[in-house]
C-alpha cells in the first residue's frame, strides 16, 4: 500500500502545474489523501479552499476523506516546536530580510541569491541581549541551529525512489526558519508532522523542493517520525520557460474551465490517464 498526498496551499486558484502535482501524487500511490497547507493565515482565503476542491473534482480526481486541513492543528506544531527548543536546538532571530542581505554582502556574498542562507547573526546572542529585545516587544523568527541538531542525530539518509538514497545534507538550507512570533508553524515543521500523522509513505512534490528534503529527513529524526520514501517531480514551464506560476498570470484550471477546455485533455497533456 503506498499512501500519498497532495498538499495545496489556498493562496490562490490552481494552475496546470498544481493538475500535474495532483496527478502525479495520485497515479504514484494507491491510497491518495489531500492536505489543506493553510497555516499563513494572510495569504489563504476559504474561496481558494473551495476552488481546490472544485478544480480537482474536474480534473477526475478523488480523495480520502476527512481533508486534513493545518489551521485546525496548530496546537500540535507548537508542541513540536517545544521539543525542538526544550533540546536547546532553537534560538530567537530578529533579524530582517535586510539585516540578512546587508551580512551576506559584507561577507563578500550574493545577497539576493535563492541560496542564500542566514550569517548566524543570532546564533550567540548573550541571555540578557535576547530578554531585552523580547521585552521590547522586538518580532523575531525561531530558528533551528543545524550543526548543533545534525550532531544530535549523526549521519542521515533518505530514499528518493528515482534519485537513489541520498545523505541528507540539512546544512544546505542553513539554520533555517521553523516558526515566528506568534506563529508556531512554517511549512517545514507542519510538512513532517503532517506526513507522519497522515501516514503518508511516498511524499512526492516538485523538485524546488529537493533541498528542503534534507532538512525534513533532519527533522524527523529529532521528533522520532516515521520516514517516508520521496518523489521529486518535474517542474511545468510555460512557453518562455518560466516555471508556471500563480503570480506569472498564468491560466488557471478555473480559466481553463471556463473557457470551455475539456479537462481530459488537460489531463492526458499531462501525461495521465483520465478516470472518470
Ligand atoms: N504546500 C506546499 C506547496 O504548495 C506543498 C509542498 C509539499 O508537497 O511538501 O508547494
Wanted: aromatic share 8%.
Amino acid at each position: 500500500m503506498t499512501v500519498t498526498r497532495f498538499a495545496p496551499s489556498p493562496t490562490g486558484r490552481l494552475h496546470r502545474g498544481h493538475a500535474f502535482s495532483a496527478l502525479f501524487a495520485r497515479a504514484a500511490g494507491t491510497r491518495f489523501l489531500l492536505r489543506i497547507e493553510d497555516t499563513d493565515r494572510t495569504r489563504c482565503r476559504p474561496a481558494f479552499e473551495a476552488g481546490i476542491y472544485e478544480d480537482l473534482a474536474w480534473l477526475g480526481l478523488d480523495w480520502e476523506r476527512p481533508v486534513r486541513r493545518q489551521s485546525d492543528h496548530m496546537a500540535e506544531y507548537a508542541a513540536s516546536l517545544a521539543k525542538l527548543d526544550a533540546r536547546g536546538l532553537l534560538y530567537k532571530c530578529f533579524c530582517t530580510r535586510a539585516d540578512i542581505a546587508r551580512e551576506i554582502e559584507a561577507a563578500g556574498g550574493a545577497p539576493h541569491g535563492d541560496a542564500a542562507i542566514y550569517p548566524g547573526t543570532c546564533r550567540h546572542r548573550a541571555a540578557d541581549d535576547v530578554a531585552e529585545r523580547v521585552a521590547s516587544g522586538a518580532a523575531y523568527a525561531l530558528r533551528l541551529d543545524v550543526a548543533k541538531a545534525a550532531a544530535c542525530t549523526g549521519p542521515l539518509e533518505w530514499r528518493d525512489r528515482d534519485a537513489g538514497v541520498q545523505k541528507a545534507r540539512p546544512e544546505l538550507l542553513g539554520d533555517a526558519v521553523l516558526a515566528r512570533k506568534e506563529f508556531p508553524a512554517s511549512y517545514h515543521l507542519a510538512v513532517v508532522h503532517d506526513d507522519h500523522v497522515q501516514g503518508i509513505d511516498l511524499v512526492t512534490r516538485g523538485t524546488d523542493l529537493f533541498v528542503a528534503t534534507h532538512l525534513h529527513r533532519l527533522l524527523q529524526a529529532l521528533l522520532g517520525l516515521d520516514v517516508p520514501d520521496w518523489r521529486h517531480h518535474r517542474l511545468l514551464l510555460d512557453t518562455d520557460g518560466r516555471r508556471l506560476a500563480k503570480r506569472a498570470g498564468s491560466a488557471s484550471l478555473a480559466d481553463l474551465r471556463a473557457s470551455g477546455v475539456d479537462p481530459k485533455k488537460i489531463v492526458m497533456e499531462l501525461g495521465f490517464e483520465y478516470n472518470i
